[in-house]
């Protein structure tokens, strides 16, 4: 029996260094069967996850010997904190870890939608040469608009005002004299909503922000503006997205989380035929580099509550 399951991908040499010490059953596909999952818990003290394993309250009664949930990532949504909480499972997110990775996504995101121009690879295929088409936008002089202006909002807004962006951020937890404001706009959603260029969400998963942007928000928002989800799929209304697109009011979208993930196929058929449009699967934070530091940070974590 195992003293560590780990359920879901972690760089080898994290793994690696918890044997050293630690008897771990890692298996990266178990999020795909998470009824095998209980059984393998049955004498462990540790239990690894990212995103796709549900730690539900069943789950943690078939590990009456766990200590500690780690989390390769920071969303918690997937773990059922209170029900950890009563068992004193302790719950051990990767803070920090991915920060620049997210904070990369969007900057990158913002310029290909943007810029336009790196959609027409069959058009130049084709022997076709449609400049006037491909014209695009630059970052420089747009307003960023952030909702939650949290760590990896705050390492997106720096990238930007380097690029030459105003930014503004919208977060009524943050304390109005807190330093992080300095140099940033602070709004109220609606204004943020009607006067941002790039509009990126960085915001849990809660009852108080699901559907959050929804057709509303998508309404008050400027002509052409673009959106960038990188946060929780649920925070924003897809359908309502999907309609605001093919209406032309939004100028461009990237999602990286869904409603439902993985994005199936019908549900990924409603986006056909939508332009500058960039759809990807939950790897905003995950980079070779962030994957090391997450899965460094966290075999570390486990280790010091396991002794």
């Not at 849990?204 to 002509?223: C, E, G, I, V, Y």
Request: net charge negative; hydrophobic share 50%.
């Amino acid at each position: 029996m195992s003293d560590i399951v780990i359920t879901e991908f972690m760089d080898e040499s994290a793994v690696d260094a918890l044997r050293l010490k630690y008897s771990v059953h890692y298996a990266p596909s178990l999020a795909d069967a998470q009824h095998e999952i209980g059984p393998l818990l049955a004498n462990a003290r540790a239990l690894i996850v990212r995103n796709r394993t549900q730690v539900n309250a069943g789950m943690l009664e078939s590990g009456p010997n766990l200590l500690a949930v780690g989390r390769l990532g920071v969303g918690l949504d997937n773990i059922d904190q209170p029900a950890c909480a009563a068992r004193k499972v302790q719950v051990i997110p990767a803070t920090g870890a991915n920060d620049a990775a997210v904070a990369e996504y969007v900057i990158t995101s913002a310029m290909i939608l943007l810029r336009g121009a790196y959609h027409g690879v069959d058009h130049m295929r084709a022997g076709q040469w449609p400049r006037n088409a491909m014209m695009g936008a630059e970052l420089g002089g747009k307003r960023l608009g952030l909702i939650g202006f949290g760590a990896i909002a705050r390492q997106t807004a720096s990238r930007a005002s380097a690029l030459g962006m105003e930014i503004a951020a919208y977060d009524p937890l943050l304390p109005a004299d807190h330093a992080a404001w300095a140099g940033v706009e602070r709004c109220d959603l609606p204004d943020l909503l009607a006067r941002c260029d790039v509009l990126s969400l960085h915001v849990p998963l809660l009852d108080s922000t699901r559907h959050l942007l929804n057709a509303a928000a998508f309404a008050q928002m400027k002509p052409g503006a673009i959106v960038i989800n990188a946060a929780r799929g649920g925070v924003l209304d897809e359908d309502a997205l999907i309609a605001a697109m093919q209406s032309g009011h939004m100028g461009g979208a990237a999602l990286d989380v869904f409603e439902t993930e993985p994005l199936s196929a019908a549900a990924g058929a409603r986006f056909e035929g939508i332009s500058n449009l960039i759809l990807t699967p939950h790897i905003a934070g995950v980079t070779v580099e962030s994957n090391q530091r997450v899965s460094a940070l966290i075999a570390t974590r486990i280790a010091e509550v396991l002794g």
